[in-house]
């Protein structure tokens, strides 16, 4: 399943912004997988932070094959030397301990997440172990597929605003500048911004100063 966006999204934004217009046409239809259940969506999270997209795929794998459905049940009932065998380190098996169990306790009424705004979601979800606000934002946009999702803690959203705009530095200012011209569809902006910064226009550079640029 992807992210569902479609003619309404798009001819908003291109007719709130010719650069991003002409981004649009060239990249074309953006397909970004979602998730569907909050609480894998968590846990793969979780898993996620700091390693590579090959090596989370990993350690879900093993989940998936020790525990046959990521649910509270399944996980809360697992220790903590059992979770990190499979692949994971001990700060994040401790992480998604927690989690789990608070769910299922009903500690974390995680099932209400699902009917509140984006920012008391976010707040919400922030204040689980191993989840920031970052982490928070990627779960609404990629599980909750919540439209208005734009990340100031995302690299390569600043990076794509650098090299479709020919910015040197995204601050906060010219950063929410952005937010309120792609609002209530920065999601979909999201997507493009990424497209970008991940190379789908070759010829676009990043206007960042060398030194500052992340390897």
């Not at 990190?84 to 927690?98: N, V």
């Not at 209400?112 to 970052?134: F, M, N, R, T, Y």
């Not at 200012?173 to 569809?185: A, D, M, V, W």
Request: net charge positive.
């Amino acid at each position: 399943m992807y992210f569902p966006y479609g003619r309404t999204e798009v001819e908003y934004l291109k007719g709130r912004d010719k650069i991003l217009a002409a981004v649009i046409d060239k990249v074309g239809h953006v397909d970004r997988e979602v998730d569907t259940d909050l609480f894998s969506s968590v846990v793969h999270h979780i898993i996620g932070q700091q390693i590579s997209t090959k090596a989370q795929a990993t350690i879900w794998a093993r989940m998936k094959a020790q525990f046959g459905e990521v649910n509270a049940e399944s996980v809360s009932a697992a220790d903590i030397d059992t979770l990190q065998s499979l692949g994971m380190t001990f700060r994040k098996a401790e992480y998604i301990k927690d989690f789990a169990v608070k769910v299922k306790t009903g500690e974390f009424a995680l099932q209400e997440i699902s009917q509140l705004p984006d920012s008391e979601a976010i707040q919400a979800l922030a204040s689980l172990k191993g989840i920031g606000v970052w982490t928070a934002e990627m779960i609404l946009l990629f599980c909750l597929q919540r439209p208005d999702i734009f990340s100031f803690d995302d690299l390569a959203i600043q990076r794509g605003l650098r090299m479709v705009y020919h910015h040197r530095k995204i601050d906060r200012k010219l950063f929410e500048k952005y937010r309120r011209r792609f609002s209530p569809y920065c999601s979909v902006a999201s997507l493009y911004l990424w497209a970008v910064a991940g190379g789908a226009i070759p010829e676009m550079k990043d206007y960042a100063p060398k030194k500052n640029r992340r390897k």
